[in-house]
């Protein structure tokens, strides 16, 4: 089959298709292996005018069918247009459903796509609309499909947030000791305050027990402060000051311990190349490729 008869695919795409169908495209059939191919390229491609294509209008199937389930949840709208809205909530689902089964024909590995993360998103973004069949109201939970909407970073190439998304998941990798060390003194801590509160104020201002003064210490230090409970003493709004100074300290510790980790893990960077796609700049422990999902093998 000519060059010029292939569909708008990469260059290593169109190679591989000659080589391993060159009999089936001499006669202008494609075969089987050459459909998947195609459409693995649509699908999971974003390098070609069909790959971005598609996922410009997946990504409008998405948010149209968000639309319809939010609107679905207005009494009014549902009275009046909710036939409407259920034929658009199942033809929404038998397109995605379409494309989670046509995601794992064309895997090469369809069970780790299956399980990838999302693989997973994907099979929960159709799962409710067929429970809604056994039990009533489940399909309100079709708003996980905007979770789907991540496939954004894809179709803009915004490899520099990938990268950076990774550089924070190694950050708080690498400080997930002194984290919970950081979170062992910080329970210690509120459950010394809580005790101490409940001692000075007692029930009589709502510290009626030390589980609850507990509480009042955690909303406190967070500086978030519901105000259903306050100190009415004045040596409890005394440490209820200290407190709340203490949290405004406390997160800036966590702050400062991932940051010095994420500047130290973006000097890590290797120049470890993908075999499958070419992308460098992967960490020096990378499992997999952060712009295609390679595998990498360890040297020997």
């Known amino acids: 089959m000519p060059k010029e008869r292939l569909p708008n695919i990469s260059p290593q795409l169109r ?36 790959g971005r294509g598609f996922d410009v209008v997946l990504l409008w199937a998405i948010l149209a069918s968000l639309v319809a389930i939010m609107f679905e949840s207005v009494p009014d709208i549902r009275a009046k247009h909710g036939e409407l809205l259920l034929i658009l909530e199942w033809f929404f689902t038998g397109v995605f459903t379409l494309e989670y089964l046509l995601r794992l024909w064309v895997s090469e590995k369809p069970r780790h796509y299956a399980f990838s993360f999302f693989g997973i998103i994907d099979l929960l973004a159709v799962i409710p609309t067929y429970l809604s069949l056994f039990v009533g109201g489940t399909h309100f939970l ?63 201002n709502g510290f009626d027990s030390i589980p609850r003064s507990i509480y009042w210490a955690i909303v406190t230090l967070t500086t978030v402060g519901y105000g259903d409970i306050a100190p009415g003493t004045v040596l409890g709004q005394f440490v209820a000051s200290l407190i709340m100074i203490l949290g405004y300290s406390i997160i800036a510790v966590p702050t400062g311990i991932v940051s010095v980790e994420i500047a130290r893990a973006s000097d890590e960077g290797t120049g470890i190349t993908c075999p499958r796609c070419g992308e460098t700049e992967h960490f020096e422990n990378a499992r997999f490729c952060h712009k295609c999902g390679e595998k990498f093998v360890p040297n020997e």
């Open 142 to 204: 079709l708003v996980i499909r905007a979770i789907r909407l991540l496939r954004v970073f894809r179709i803009l190439k915004l490899v520099r947030y990938i990268k950076g998304a990774q550089l924070i998941g190694a950050g708080l990798n690498a400080s997930k000791e002194k984290i919970f060390v950081f979170l062992s003194a910080v329970v210690t801590l509120v459950v010394i305050l809580g005790t101490l509160m409940y001692m000075i104020e007692g029930g009589e």
């Open 15 to 50: 190679e591989q298709i000659l080589k391993e169908d060159a009999t089936a495209f001499s006669k202008g059939l494609p075969s089987i292996r050459h459909i998947r191919l195609v459409i693995h390229e649509v699908i999971f491609g974003t390098e070609t005018r069909w």
